[in-house]
């Protein structure tokens, strides 16, 4: 377990934003981890628990307890068979697109479509990380994590997570820190049926046929890199936290409202706001196009130092220089833009500490 003081956090961050921590402490295995957060626990200091840094914005005053940085590391297959499927536990420390290489490679089907994601494997069920019509919920069996109140290693079926879109109950509760995660896989070379129009038309298919999981985690990658959602230390639309907002979930009188909002902006004959089913009976809408519409279109702020991405409307990006005050300042712009222009209340995905919006 490794020790430093006074590190700026901004280097552990995609966003490169925040402050130094008062004291890191870098836990390389499952041990060092619980170890880390039960002394800091114990002598009742703030914690900041810290994996790839890809969802958080972390203030200029920077954090004045300790933050544990997660880098543990093992993908172990426990059980592998045509019934039960491929049952692979990741340490949450290991590099999240490295899991997906490695599950591609090996012939391990069900999350192809989370290619690029950056972050830790660790974090992928606090968000219920999702994209291209797959969610890591649908492959987690269990989550083994430290409960920080009972002191004690406890283990969450896939149904006790609480999933729900881009939430869990690890999400909900901070008492929790994520030690390893068991994925059921299915032994496949194909991957799942794919369900993004825009994947499907790149892939030349039709939505709901499967491909080689080479082609599609490609594809993936490829949609990604026209939004500026890969990783690219040259290409400052990649120094982001990704979707910087959530899509709204709204009832269907809300969205009424919304579309009746959106006919006195746009005109009776302009753009209709998207529609998409939710499984509670709500509707879900497009948090990018509402962006757009209200008025922040790509690059609505360059030359920066914080702008939208000029690839993307959801990404706020650091140009160089941002402070987290700025990356703050553009987020609260757009949400009360698009409050104003359509009534609708954007959640930021992001987690914001030492600040807030």
């Given at each position: 377990?490794?020790?430093?003081?006074?590190?700026?956090?901004?280097?552990?961050?995609?966003?490169?934003?925040?402050?130094?921590?008062?004291?890191?402490?870098?836990?390389?295995?499952?041990?060092?981890?619980?170890?880390?957060?039960?002394?800091?626990?114990?002598?009742?200091?703030?914690?900041?628990?810290?994996?790839?840094?890809?969802n958080l914005?972390?203030?200029?005053?920077?954090?004045?307890?300790?933050?544990?940085?997660?880098?543990?590391?093992?993908?172990?297959?426990?059980?592998?068979?045509?019934?039960?499927?491929?049952?692979?536990?990741?340490?949450?420390?290991?590099?999240?697109?490295?899991?997906?290489?490695?599950?591609?490679?090996?012939?391990?089907?069900?999350?192809?479509?989370?290619?690029?994601?950056?972050?830790?494997?660790?974090?992928?069920?606090?968000?219920?990380?999702?994209?291209?019509?797959?969610?890591?919920?649908?492959?987690?069996?269990?989550?083994?994590?430290?409960?920080?109140?009972?002191?004690?290693?406890?283990?969450?079926?896939?149904?006790?997570?609480?999933?729900?879109?881009?939430?869990?109950?690890?999400?909900?509760?901070?008492?929790?820190?994520?030690?390893?995660?068991?994925?059921?896989?299915?032994?496949?070379?194909?991957?799942?049926?794919?369900?993004?129009?825009?994947?499907?038309?790149?892939?030349?298919?039709?939505?709901?046929?499967?491909?080689?999981?080479?082609?599609?985690?490609?594809?993936?990658?490829?949609?990604?890199?026209?939004?500026?959602?890969?990783?690219?230390?040259?290409?400052?639309?990649?120094?982001?936290?990704?979707?910087?907002?959530?899509?709204?979930?709204?009832?269907?009188?809300?969205?009424?409202?919304?579309?009746?909002?959106?006919?006195?902006?746009?005109?009776?004959?302009?753009?209709?706001?998207?529609?998409?089913?939710?499984?509670?009976?709500?509707?879900k809408t497009?948090?990018?196009?509402?962006?757009?519409?209200?008025?922040?279109?790509?690059?609505?702020?360059?030359?920066?130092?914080?702008?939208?991405?000029?690839?993307?409307t959801l990404?706020?990006?650091?140009?160089?220089?941002?402070?987290?005050?700025?990356?703050?300042?553009?987020?609260?712009?757009?949400?009360?833009?698009?409050?104003?222009?359509?009534?609708?209340?954007?959640?930021?995905?992001?987690?914001?500490?030492?600040?807030?919006?």
């Amino acid at each position: 377990m490794r020790e430093e003081e006074g590190v700026p956090l901004a280097g552990l961050t995609t966003m490169r934003v925040g402050g130094p921590a008062a004291r890191l402490v870098t836990a390389e295995s499952t041990d060092e981890l619980v170890d880390a957060v039960r002394e800091v626990d114990d002598a009742d200091e703030p914690l900041l628990v810290l994996s790839g840094g890809s969802n958080l914005v972390v203030a200029d005053e920077g954090f004045p307890g300790t933050v544990v940085r997660v880098a543990t590391s093992g993908i172990t297959v426990e059980s592998a068979d045509l019934c039960g499927g491929v049952m692979v536990r990741v340490a949450a420390g290991e590099v999240w697109d490295d899991v997906v290489a490695r599950a591609v490679a090996e012939g391990w089907s069900g999350i192809e479509a989370l290619s690029g994601i950056p972050g830790g494997a660790g974090a992928t069920p606090v968000q219920n990380v999702g994209a291209y019509g797959q969610e890591v919920a649908q492959t987690i069996a269990s989550v083994r994590v430290w409960d920080r109140v009972e002191q004690q290693v406890r283990t969450f079926s896939s149904l006790d997570c609480a999933f729900t879109y881009r939430h869990s109950i690890f999400k909900a509760h901070p008492r929790y820190v994520v030690l390893d995660v068991l994925f059921q896989l299915l032994p496949s070379e194909l991957s799942q049926p794919v369900g993004y129009a825009d994947l499907a038309r790149q892939l030349g298919v039709e939505t709901g046929e499967r491909v080689p999981l080479a082609d599609a985690r490609e594809a993936v990658l490829q949609q990604r890199r026209n939004r500026g959602m890969v990783l690219d230390g040259e290409d400052h639309d990649t120094w982001s936290c990704g979707s910087f907002f959530t899509n709204p979930i709204l009832t269907a009188s809300q969205f009424e409202a919304l579309e009746t909002r959106a006919a006195d902006r746009l005109g009776v004959d302009g753009p209709r706001p998207p529609r998409f089913a939710d499984p509670d009976g709500n509707v879900k809408t497009s948090a990018a196009w509402l962006i757009d519409k209200a008025g922040f279109g790509k690059g609505y702020g360059l030359p920066g130092p914080a702008a939208l991405s000029s690839k993307h409307t959801l990404a706020i990006t650091n140009r160089g220089g941002a402070k987290a005050a700025d990356i703050a300042a553009l987020a609260r712009r757009i949400r009360e833009g698009v409050r104003e222009a359509f009534g609708v209340a954007l959640v930021n995905e992001p987690v914001f500490v030492g600040h807030s919006l």
